[in-house]
């Protein structure tokens, strides 16, 4: 049997002063990769950012990109922002409406994607929960009540107040989001980390 591939978890937190969740209105302001030896967090000027995530993404071993929810939110928010800001990323979008969701697309989506990012596959760990253990336990699907139910401990905030974060509030919740979507993905690694 050929060894896994790494995983790489991926959070983005966007800014919640204005609205959050439309990425023609509010920008990113802080993106983290977990891995196997740690996470990184990014931050500063949005396009750089940018850059130096896809930068980084690029000079990993190739492996599987986790997030959560990701295929509605984070992969096409970051899309969206680097195009707004014309950086180019290896990121690639296949809109799958297969994709199971209870939630309205992001703002100008028209629903979930597949994704492949440089060397990297895709897998959105929300879609891998939702489908059999939220059904069965009768439990919300949300990043942080699976993480509770498997006992790892997320770190909390108020997602409408992410503005008000200090910086090291801010990174010390997205790393912990990123290393949450990893953790979980490599639990069901039997389905989906092939």
Not at 91 to 118: F, K, N, Q, V
Not at 147 to 154: D, K, N, S
């Amino acid at each position: 049997m050929p060894p896994r591939p790494p995983v790489y978890g991926l959070d983005i937190e966007t800014d919640t002063s204005v609205d959050g969740l439309d990425p023609a209105l509010g920008g990113i302001v802080t993106v983290a990769l977990s891995g196997p030896d740690g996470e990184e967090v990014f931050d500063g000027p949005e396009a750089t950012m940018l850059a130096a995530v896809d930068a980084r993404l690029a000079a990993l071993s190739p492996g599987v990109l986790a997030t959560w929810n990701g295929a509605f939110f984070d992969l096409p928010f970051l899309a969206d922002r680097a195009a707004h800001h014309g950086v180019a990323l290896g990121l690639r979008l296949t809109l799958d409406p297969r994709i199971p969701s209870r939630r309205e697309p992001l703002p100008g989506h028209r629903g979930a994607y597949r994704a492949r990012w440089h060397g990297h596959h895709h897998v959105d760990a929300y879609q891998l929960y939702r489908a059999d253990v939220g059904p069965v336990l009768g439990i919300s699907c949300s990043l942080k009540a699976i993480a509770r139910l498997v006992g790892l401990a997320p770190v909390e905030v108020d997602r409408a107040r992410i503005h008000d974060l200090s910086p090291d509030a801010l990174a010390a919740y997205v790393a912990s989001d990123a290393r949450l979507a990893r953790l979980l993905a490599e639990r069901r690694a039997d389905c989906c980390l092939r």
